[in-house]
């Protein structure tokens, strides 16, 4: 069963059409050029494609190697799971199928690796994340994954996953070397950053926890100088048994030197914790946006 946006069915279509293209231009223009072995059904069909020069023009194409893999699971994921499992991923990967062979006759950019790990990388970040916002995937891996939980489901689909994709890599390690893998592995991390900043955003804030004797002084000067909302949370010591007052309170980044300057001010022995939140939706942060 697959999540199910708020938006038009049709706004979703058209963020999995731009999402696979991208994808297919990051394919086609860098990584199988290259050699660069990422994972997945596709990461499959660049070593296929290199493996059969010989007996086929140029090799099988990666396009009809995708579609050949995938068709098989999406048969199988359909009668373990049901009729109404993956509608939306049959369509992704049928459409970067055919992205992938609409975008083969664009002409190469550039023959140096590590800058084509690099562009291949933030291509199939954003590709993969356009995916994911129509909550949509292109096959691969995902569905293998989903299967093989389907009989051991002990193990987490994130570790199936990954235990797929490293096999896949270490595939190209072997067919093209260690020195190409080692590139792959440069692509795979930037395509994670990218899709983490895309889906999370670029704008992260930070989260501070205070505890002090003095909390309601510290909270009202957040309110009146910082301008931001405040959360007292009911604390108690472990060791002590007191009862405590924790303030909970997001800033920006920029903001996070007077908050400091603030906590110091009214108590010196106030204990204060930052962390680092990727996302914060409401008053005063990101609004919400429907999904």
Not at 9 to 29: C, E, R, V
Not at 42 to 54: C, E, N, Q, W, Y
Not at 66 to 82: D, E, K, Q, S, T
Not at 195 to 217: C, E, T
């Amino acid at each position: 069963m697959e999540f199910k946006s708020r938006r038009k069915p049709i706004i979703d279509y058209i963020y999995m059409i731009i999402g696979t293209t991208f994808l297919a231009i990051a394919i086609n223009l860098f990584l199988d050029p290259l050699e660069l072995v990422t994972g997945g059904v596709t990461g499959i069909a660049i070593i296929i494609k290199a493996l059969t020069v010989d007996i086929w023009a140029g090799g099988i194409p990666i396009w009809f190697t995708n579609i050949v893999i995938n068709m098989p699971l999406f048969l199988v994921a359909v009668i373990i799971r049901g009729k109404n499992f993956g509608g939306r991923s049959l369509f992704g990967t049928v459409f970067l199928s055919f992205a992938l062979y609409y975008t083969q006759w664009i002409p190469l950019i550039t023959n140096d690796r590590f800058l084509g790990s690099i562009v291949g990388g933030a291509l199939a970040g954003v590709g993969l994340s356009f995916v994911f916002l129509a909550f949509s995937t292109t096959g691969g891996t995902d569905l293998g994954a989903s299967i093989i939980q389907h009989f051991i489901k002990h193990h987490s689909l994130a570790k199936i996953m990954f235990a797929l994709d490293s096999m896949v890599i270490l595939g190209g390690f072997f067919v093209f070397g260690a020195e190409k893998a080692l590139y792959a592995l440069i692509s795979v991390f930037i395509t994670s950053k990218v899709i983490d900043g895309v889906l999370d955003g670029f704008n992260y804030s930070k989260a501070a926890f205070i505890i002090s004797n003095h909390s309601d002084l510290i909270a009202r000067d957040i309110i009146n100088i910082l301008d931001r909302g405040a959360t007292m949370l009911h604390g108690e010591g472990a060791f002590t048994g007191n009862d405590r007052s924790v303030i909970l309170c997001v800033v920006s980044k920029k903001e996070i030197i007077a908050l400091k300057q603030i906590a110091k001010k009214r108590d010196q022995n106030a204990f204060l914790m930052v962390a680092d939140v990727r996302e914060v939706l409401g008053e005063g942060f990101n609004e919400y946006k429907d999904v």
